[in-house]
């Protein structure tokens, strides 16, 4: 598989197979485009995005590495700094029944200030008519390293007043710096801004949409995120329509707050997320 050129100069490598199409820049090691065949598109891009070198796309699966959210020293940049890094495309293997494109992270001079261990990463995608994208963290030093980290997961669900997500019951989240609360309900609805982060949940959420069920699951992780801006942060978010809330919604297969990840030296950790339609 050779690289392409997009109109402002990021890469990406483009698959295309009896299953799926789909397409991922190294920029972020992030997938844009998923289309199972004869299925429609399971990932959300937003049409303000003009795919910027320097700047994560706002849609995809943009991965937030090795922190969550804001970083608590001043100065770092939300979310990590792995989806505005190149990545190398590491190897594509053919299988018969779907492609793995392996990407890893090379960590430069300037990123040990945000990083200084002696670790790995890797970003593996299956692409079948399931999209899992698996994040492998190995360390190598002779200490024990703790992150965070999430697969900020971007879908299409035509109508958000008519979205309802499943699967969260028995779970605890905190939201907007609240919590924890207590969720015994399996259902969220939406009918204002939302930014809950789950712990203790369990491992398959669906999305009902006028299209159809959206179902993701996660290996190695008891923790998601569950994102929508609604009116008033739209209109603040950068590359983001002002009615783009209205189309989208993130659900985030994350190890956040409790669930964050420890290795202890010479271990590794494998986070994975499955994405289909049901
Ligand atoms: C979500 C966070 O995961 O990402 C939100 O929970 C945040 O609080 C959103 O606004 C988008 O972040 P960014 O950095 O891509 O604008």
Known sequence: VTTKKHANGLEYVEINTAQCKARIFLQGAQIDYFEPVGKEPLLWVSSADDYQVG?????????CWPWFGMS???????????????????????????????????ISDSDTQYWPHDTSVELLFRLSETLSVSLTNINHGDYEVSLTQALHSYFPIEDIHQLTATGFSDSKYIEFGKGPFNQAQDDVDFNRETDRVYTNLGPVQQLHTRKGIIEVSRENSHSAVLWNPWIDKSQRLSRFNDDDYLSMVCLEAANVLEDKVTLAPKESHTLTTHIRWK
């Not at 700047?55 to 991965?63: K, T, Y």
């Not at 939300?78 to 890094?85: D, E, I, V």
Request: glycine share 12%; proline share 11%.
């Open 55 to 63: 700047s994560g796309i706002r849609g995809g699966v943009p991965v």
């Open 72 to 106: 608590p020293n001043p100065g770092f940049p939300q979310h990590g700094f792995a989806r505005t890094s190149i990545w190398t495309l590491d190897s594509v293997k053919m299988l018969d029944e779907a492609v793995e494109v392996k990407f890893t992270l090379p």
